[in-house]
């Protein structure tokens, strides 16, 4: 069993992965001048899911990698995870997703200087709405973490004995939620994904770039995804208690 510290540096690890993979794929899409340039979303919510399962193969075995501060809260709240370590967890989630974009900008940085599309530049790091309407934007957010939760804890369960393959079915669960649900928000369904880069947007010495759109930054993808992790854990919870198992 790893010592607490163990599992704060392993979630670090692990969201910087995370965010290094997803970020970077995005960043290859949508800055000028990348051999990736123009792929569109089947390529971006390909790229998620593979950082997703990469991330987890990486620390899993050490944390759990939840590497997403819904997932954390989410299992907490049902008696999954001691609350004690939640603070920590989250923390180590952050500056890890914060590290992981400050990676992402530097690896891109001749391209952030080429691309003119400032809203481009902040969706490297950030998501951001297709329309913007915060309350359904906030559904949309809440919708797709419940789902990845429920999936989560879905392909965990002792009953489907997914070992070694639980990591790569949790990245495929990523790809899908890009694919089906991905379109409105772009799918942060994690605060510390979208917050962590969203800051070092902020502060990095990006040319041309605009605000960091604090106005939907600091609600649809922190309250949204925080919600959804817990609403998804409670509905989880109620069909094993339906279906008799024991919780």
């Known amino acids: 069993m790893a010592s607490q510290m163990g599992m704060y540096a392993a979630e670090f690890l692990g969201t910087l992965i995370l965010v290094l993979l997803g970020d970077g794929v995005v960043a290859n899409v949508v800055l000028k001048k990348s051999k990736g340039e123009g792929s569109d979303w089947?390529?971006?919510?390909?790229?998620?899911?593979?950082?997703?399962?990469?991330?987890?193969?990486?620390?899993?075995?050490?944390?759990?990698?939840?590497?997403?501060?819904?997932?954390?809260?989410?299992?907490?709240?049902?008696?999954?995870?001691?609350?004690?370590?939640?603070?920590?967890?989250?923390?180590?989630?952050?500056?890890?997703?914060f590290a992981g974009a400050v990676l992402v900008y530097l690896t891109y940085r001749d391209h952030f200087a080429v691309t003119d599309d400032a809203d481009g530049k902040l969706g490297v790091f950030a998501t951001g709405p297709?329309?913007?309407?915060?309350?359904w934007n906030m559904i949309t957010e809440i919708i797709g973490t419940a789902m990845l939760v429920i999936g989560i804890l879905g392909i965990s369960n002792s009953h489907n004995e997914a070992g070694a393959l639980g990591a790569l079915l949790v990245g495929f669960l990523v790809w899908s939620l890009g694919l089906s649900l991905g379109g409105p928000t772009g799918y942060a369904i994690n605060p510390a994904r979208d917050l962590g880069p969203r800051i070092a947007h902020a502060v990095l010495p990006i040319p041309g770039k605009r605000d960091s759109d604090w106005g939907y930054g600091l609600i649809v993808p922190i309250i949204g995804p925080i919600i959804g992790g817990v609403l998804g854990a409670f509905i989880y919870?109620?069909?094993?208690?339906?279906?008799?198992?024991?919780?």
């Open 237 to 247: 919870q109620f069909f094993l208690q339906m279906w008799g198992c024991i919780v």
């Open 42 to 97: 089947i390529v971006i919510a390909t790229g998620w899911g593979f950082a997703v399962a990469i991330s987890v193969y990486v620390t899993g075995w050490v944390s759990g990698a939840h590497i997403n501060p819904a997932v954390t809260i989410g299992l907490a709240t049902i008696g999954d995870f001691s609350w004690s370590l939640v603070p920590g967890y989250i923390a180590a989630q952050m500056l890890g997703a």
């Open 130 to 135: 297709a329309i913007r309407n915060i309350p």
